[in-house]
């Protein structure tokens, strides 16, 4: 047996976060904080507005026969609760989102019967048998290709948000820019 036969230790398995005395919140990613906290206060303000708006509606002076007016007050707090409600419905789906993707980053080791094996007595880097013949891996770039985007990483939430986003744009574009004659 030559030194590329040398029998190497297995490693010992990773302990868990929990294993190793410090809490799992302070190694694994933590919540995007800052995106939650953007879309509580922007909702939170825009909810709070239409609500207090609906309220000053209702409560200010109008015209004796301002049928609108009622129509208006309670529209507006019904905007503004159900604006409420999809602001913590999303942040629901963020911090669900989030947790998701923490248990798909953590490694995920498949249980094995028996302890690994030993390499080949005739190395790693070689393909083949030595008694026959070897062929050298090479590590160059072959082809003249470049290097290529393989994936990109998006949440679960970009989807809806996009086509939410595009709904608005179209009505908004309707409302102020639409023919009227």
Avoid at 39 to 57: D, N
Avoid at 62 to 75: E, Q
Avoid at 173 to 180: E, H, S
């Amino acid at each position: 047996m030559g030194p590329r036969a040398a029998i190497v230790p297995a490693a010992p398995a990773t302990p868990r976060p929990r294993e190793m005395g410090a809490s799992a919140a302070a190694i694994l990613p933590r919540m995007p904080v800052r995106e939650i906290a953007g879309k509580t206060v922007g909702f939170g303000l825009v909810a709070a507005a239409l609500i207090v708006g609906g309220i000053l509606v209702l409560l200010g002076s109008h015209a004796y026969n301002d049928y609108l007016n009622a129509i208006l007050g309670w529209g507006l707090i019904g905007f503004g609760i159900v604006t409420g409600g999809y602001g913590t419905m999303l942040i629901g789906l963020i911090v669900y989102d989030a947790r998701l993707r923490r248990q798909e980053e953590q490694i995920h080791i498949t249980p094995r019967g028996a302890p690994p094996a030993p390499p080949p007595p005739w190395g790693m880097g070689d393909i083949g048998r030595p008694d026959r013949a070897v062929a050298v891996t090479d590590v160059s770039v072959r082809g003249g290709g470049g290097p290529r985007l393989m994936s990109v990483a998006v949440s679960n939430i970009d989807g809806p948000m996009l086509i939410a986003g595009l709904l608005a744009w179209t009505v908004l574009m309707l409302i102020f820019f639409a023919p009227t004659r």
